[in-house]
């Protein structure tokens, strides 16, 4: 008798349950059961309420700040590795941290790499994640990481919306290679928007190089934090002779008065996904769920098959 392979268990995050309870829908279960118990201090502690030993378990969770969330899924990863599950598997939609991943002046630290040390000190054997933030974070690890891409989500919604005179901008230089691969994928040109910052969140100036006039502009990034960026490049489009601007970013984090920039400003439409929970009552932002490609991709590594066909760029 051919031995069966006993299905994973999946786990969540308090901030990720609607998401957990997507993808556990999606991949055909339902999420496990798992008790949070605080402190008046503050201080908290997950506990399994269900058997784990030997299994293989996915704990889905997004570490978007503040430090909670970190601090959330490392403790599950302890509790799990520690309840003698065979294999554990941290599922973040957005791995926050992400944007100090060098130094970029004397002083300071790489947050990412120390997150992904920890991840791997609690008890992770292996990441599943989406649009990094840089790719080579991937490096930090020791652990094998799936670094899965949004476009598997927004090529097919912008093919849909059968737009002419299509161009795909980058609102910054480092996120260049994303727009060309954009660009290469839905066959039409690239502009890309040069910014200096005189602090974080705060931009300078702004300029662009290419030409966008009676064109339909789709600003490609991996976040939208303060939304500051995005509104003052479609702003500038727009004052350049765009016909529309929209925007597609991975990940919502939508901080400090993010909503009422956007609704202020000239983006007809911002496209992002269910990574961070949003508040969804919003006229001009448009949610795609992740949670069917999480799904998809947790059950080929259970089964051991190949991802590969969920790298469209």
Not at 105 to 112: E, F, G, M, Q
Not at 161 to 170: G, M, V
Not at 244 to 254: E, Q
Request: one cysteine or more; glycine letters at 6%.
């Amino acid at each position: 008798m051919a031995y069966q392979v006993p299905e994973p268990k999946i786990f969540a995050c308090s901030q990720s349950i609607v998401l957990g309870e997507k993808i556990a829908a999606s991949y055909g279960a339902e999420l496990g059961n798992v008790l949070f118990s605080r402190y008046s201090d503050g201080e908290f502690q997950p506990s399994f309420e269900e058997s784990i030993r030997g299994a293989r378990i996915f704990i889905i969770g997004s570490t978007n700040p503040g430090p909670e969330n970190l601090m959330e899924m490392l403790l599950m990863l302890d509790a799990a590795k520690r309840a003698s599950a065979r294999h554990i598997t941290a599922v973040m939609p957005y791995f926050g941290w992400a944007r100090q991943d060098r130094k970029d002046k004397p002083r300071v630290p790489i947050a990412a790499k120390l997150v992904a040390k920890m991840l791997e000190t609690a008890g992770a054997t292996r990441i599943i994640t989406m649009d990094l933030h840089a790719d080579q974070i991937q490096g930090f690890f020791e652990k094998p990481v799936d670094h899965l891409f949004a476009s598997t989500l927004f090529l097919p919604y912008l093919k849909n919306l059968k737009l002419d005179n299509l161009c795909i901008a980058s609102p910054d230089m480092g996120g260049s290679k994303r727009a060309y691969a954009y660009s290469k994928a839905l066959e039409c040109d690239v502009v890309i928007c040069y910014k200096q910052r005189a602090k974080a969140n705060v931009i300078s100036h702004m300029e662009l190089i290419g030409d966008v006039e009676g064109k339909n502009v789709v600003l490609v990034d991996d976040m939208v934090d303060t939304a500051g960026t995005l509104t003052k490049a479609a702003d500038l489009m727009m004052e350049r002779g765009a016909v529309s601007v929209r925007a597609v970013t991975t990940h919502g984090l939508l901080s400090g008065n993010a909503y009422e920039k956007i609704e202020k400003s000239k983006l007809t439409e911002l496209i992002i996904t269910d990574s961070i929970p949003i508040d969804h009552n919003q006229r001009k932002i448009k949610v795609l769920s992740c949670a069917e490609l999480f799904a998809d991709v947790m059950h080929r590594v259970h089964h051991n098959t190949s991802i590969s066909s969920k790298f469209l760029m």
